[in-house]
Nanobody
């Protein structure tokens, strides 16, 4: 089992920055992908960024390319999402997730989920 705990959310004005963290606990050697997802009220959960844990390759949703950066610290078992140039449309609950498969940015391919951290961007 893998447990994921997010932190770092908050309220910020448009143009500001936040860094989300996701600490993982438990057996993680079978995890291929780690990802960040978000869900705004009334909308479906969408993939924001993902990282292939063994090679470090990353992929991003078009809406965040050039603004968000996903990274991992294997020694600390922590996943990060650096969010810059935030926009009001980035407002959502952000979730960290882990997958034992070839998940990319597909939510249903992820096996483990954190509880989420709220990000609110005001104009």
């Amino acid at each position: 089992q893998v447990q994921l705990v997010e932190s770092g959310g908050g309220s910020v004005q448009a143009g500001g920055s936040l860094r989300l963290s996701c600490a993982s606990y438990g057996y993680s050697y079978s995890i291929n992908f780690m990802g960040w997802f978000r869900q705004a009220p009334g909308k479906e959960r969408e993939g924001v960024a993902a990282i292939y844990t063994f090679g470090g390759s990353t992929l991003y949703a078009d809406s965040v390319k050039g603004r968000f950066t996903i990274s991992q610290d294997n020694a600390e078992n922590t996943l990060y999402l650096q969010m810059n140039s935030l926009k009001p449309e980035d407002t959502a609950m952000y979730y960290c997730a882990a997958s034992t498969g070839w998940a990319l940015l597909t939510p249903h391919e992820y096996n483990y989920w954190g509880q989420g951290t709220q990000v609110t961007v005001s104009s």
